[in-house]
């Protein structure tokens, strides 16, 4: 049986495992439910299971026995990741299987656990042909709570023995079911958070002229950051900076001491990431200055670049077209905007992040919700392919490393 057809053999399974994830969700790193799902899923496969210490993470490893002649050395190793957690949004779509706490898979992490379960039921089915192993990464607090860095650090790149070989993730949106793409080199943007405080000298409202007002000074600090974006940074090498939160004082009549004001900001390399740094904080910090303020600049990177290594990324796009077809396997032109968590992985090891459409094709495409809406519906008859996907990505990678006969 082709793992295709495997794929689609277990697709009733790979739905109901999906719906009843989706109707239970869990965020951030602690998620006892959903790991409990994800092992009773994965019970009676071959698989040497480890769980997180820092988080409800999964760890599974299959461990291949066709290894012509046994091989010298350690088997080669090849990772796949899924992520588990929801996100904090009350869903909207009517779904009869919906969420109905505060609570939502409105990115498709449901969908990613339920094809990696597959993938591990199709590989262990075919262990014999397999010259190396697979670890399967389940991990919790992908949006926004930096789950991989957690995973990294207890060491599962290495939890097969020696470091994986290359890494393989897939990640649903509302496009058009069933079409894979990928590129090589940065596929999706690293996130940084950036906050200023303007320190002023508060008073009352009515006497401006005795108090050296933050309020103003903030808000030309935010047409100053997007001047400089547009002027500083080239525009083959797009940011985006997104200021969103802007406080101040507590009534009508005062002028405070202090304003701050945050948002996102959204890198394609790391060249432009240290460009938008250091000119952030030079222009904050010379904007109220000019003012006779302060301000304080707080720049973290949350999340790297998502860069696919070449190789990976070609070998990906060839191995999904001969699964699926070349009419359902797109390189696609240019990075995406979001940003995603599987680039600790990516920054660590070789490998590549695939996109699959999972769009509902009862809704017309310009009237279907993006990830991160309570309204977002994704169709889980892709969950076949998907499974089938992942396994074929680990099947060719191990059949690469083994040696020629």
Do not use: K
């Not at 109707?23 to 790991?35: H, I």
């Not at 192993?133 to 926004?144: A, H, L």
């Not at 090589?184 to 940084?192: H, K, N, P, Y």
């Not at 938008?276 to 010379?286: D, L």
Request: charged content about 20%.
């Amino acid at each position: 049986m082709t793992f295709a057809a495997a794929g689609e053999a277990m697709l009733d399974e790979l739905v109901a495992l999906r719906r009843a994830i989706h109707a239970d969700p869990e965020v951030g790193l602690e998620l006892p439910r959903t790991q409990r799902r994800v092992l009773d899923a994965l019970e009676g496969l071959p698989l040497e299971i480890a769980l997180g210490q820092s988080t409800t993470s999964v760890t599974a490893v299959l461990r291949g026995t066709g290894r012509a002649g046994g091989g010298a050395g350690p088997a080669p190793a090849v990772l796949l990741r899924g992520d588990m957690d929801a996100l904090p949004l009350t869903e909207l779509t009517g779904l009869d299987y919906a969420a109905t706490g505060e609570a939502m898979h409105a990115c498709g992490h449901d969908l990613h656990m339920a094809a990696l379960v597959g993938a591990a039921r199709i590989l262990g089915a075919h262990r014999d042909e397999l010259p190396g192993d697979v670890v399967f990464m389940f991990q919790p607090g992908e949006e926004g709570y930096g789950g991989a860095r957690n995973m990294i650090a207890e060491g599962v790149l290495d939890a097969a023995g020696p470091r994986i070989v290359a890494a393989y993730a897939t990640h649903v949106s509302p496009s058009e079911r069933g079409v894979f793409s990928t590129r090589e080199g940065t596929l999706a943007s690293g996130s940084c958070f950036l906050t200023i405080t303007v320190r002023g000298q508060g008073g009352h409202a009515s006497q401006p002229q005795d108090a050296v007002d933050p309020v103003p000074v903030a808000a030309e600090i935010i047409l100053a950051l997007q001047a400089m974006v547009t002027r500083r940074i080239s525009v083959f090498d797009p940011v985006v900076l997104s200021l969103t939160q802007l406080s101040a004082g507590q009534t009508h009549n005062i002028i405070p001491d202090s304003a701050t004001l945050s948002g996102t900001v959204r890198v394609l390399s790391n060249e432009s990431l240290e460009i938008v740094r250091t000119e952030s904080q030079r222009v904050a910090q010379g904007v109220a200055a000019a003012h006779g303020c302060a301000a304080e600049v707080d720049f973290r990177v949350d999340y790297p670049v998502t860069v696919n290594d070449s190789g990976e990324a070609r070998r990906a796009l060839a191995v999904l077209r001969e699964l699926v077809g070349e009419d359902r396997v797109i390189e696609a032109d240019h990075p995406i905007m979001p940003s995603e968590d599987f680039s600790y992985v990516l920054d660590a090891v070789p490998g590549a992040f695939v996109m699959l459409g999972a769009g509902d094709p009862s809704i017309p495409a310009a009237e279907r919700a993006n990830n991160h809406s309570p309204r977002v519906v994704f169709d889980d008859s892709v969950l076949g392919i998907e499974a089938a996907a992942l396994a074929s990505l680990a099947r060719a990678r191990l059949a690469a490393e083994a040696p020629a006969v």
